[in-house]
T-cell receptor
Framework: DAGVTQSPTHLIKTRGQQVTLRCSPK?????VSWYQQALGQGPQFIFQ???????QRGNFPDRFSGHQFPNYSSELNVNALLLGDSALYLC????????????FGPGTRLTVT | AQSVTQPDIHITVSEGASLELRCNYS??????LFWYVQSPGQGLQLLLK??????LVQGIKGFEAEFKRSQSSFNLRKPSVHWSDAAEYFC?????????????FGKGTRLSVIA
């Protein structure tokens, strides 16, 4: 049983560019949450998707957007990249909206130069 | 808003020694409580969780945590540390009975293990 998978593993972008990160949830999970983990910090909640809709959003600007597909996989898009967007982006999946069954993927390391 | 404090940024222990990592939370009611571990370059792995009931919770890899309501704490312990336990440890909370609510994480404690 595959766990949560994320792609790509690493990527480097230039300021002002746009990036798309992808996540496939654990089998049987229908809810995907995205977190940003800056260096030396704990993960911070970006948003959560369930039934292809954004259900909750953290304190992130509109440059951060997402999407969930019918197969429950999800994308995180970041527009107009800033140096401060450099971080590890973690995807977590869960069965339904409850917070206590979140399984995390290995993350995508984004570097903005 | 709820918050999580992990007062120790970095802890070094000898292999075989006992370990306690501290976690305090700020929230009006008892939240769901979690400990995650993150090895270098890896995602987060759930060690244990507390929802209700027995305040001493057993987790994977020989870890346990104790919930103390009076101190708003949820400290992680291990009686004998192994070199493979070197990693970053995160305490997290989610408000109780709120359904659709994300996890709030502390800033983490980095554990180093020396021979």
């Amino acid at each position: 049983d595959a766990g949560v998978t994320q792609s790509p593993t690493h990527l480097i972008k230039t300021r002002g560019q746009q990036v798309t990160l992808r996540c496939s949830p654990k089998s049987g999970h229908d809810t995907v949450s995205w977190y940003q983990q800056a260096l030396g910090q704990g993960p911070q909640f970006i948003f959560q998707y369930y039934e292809e809709e954004e259900r909750q959003r953290g304190n992130f600007p509109d440059r951060f957007s997402g999407h969930q597909f019918p197969n429950y996989s999800s994308e995180l898009n970041v527009n107009a990249l800033l140096l401060g967007d450099s971080a590890l982006y973690l995807c977590a999946s869960s069965p339904g909206l409850a917070p206590y069954e979140q399984y995390f993927g290995p993350g995508t390391r984004l570097t903005v130069t | 808003a709820q918050s999580v404090t992990q007062p120790d940024i970095h802890i070094t222990v000898s292999e075989g020694a006992s370990l306690e990592l501290r976690c305090n939370y700020s929230y009006g009611a008892t939240p769901y409580l979690f400990w995650y571990v993150q090895s270098p370059g890896q995602g987060l792995q759930l060690l244990l969780k507390y929802f209700s009931g027995d305040t001493l919770v057993q987790g994977i890899k020989g870890f346990e945590a104790e919930f103390k309501r009076s101190q708003s704490s949820f400290n992680l312990r291990k009686p004998s540390v192994h070199w493979s336990d070197a990693a970053e440890y995160f305490c997290a909370v989610a408000p109780f009975n709120s359904g659709n609510t994300p996890l709030v994480f502390g800033k983490g404690t980095r554990l180093s293990v020396i021979a």
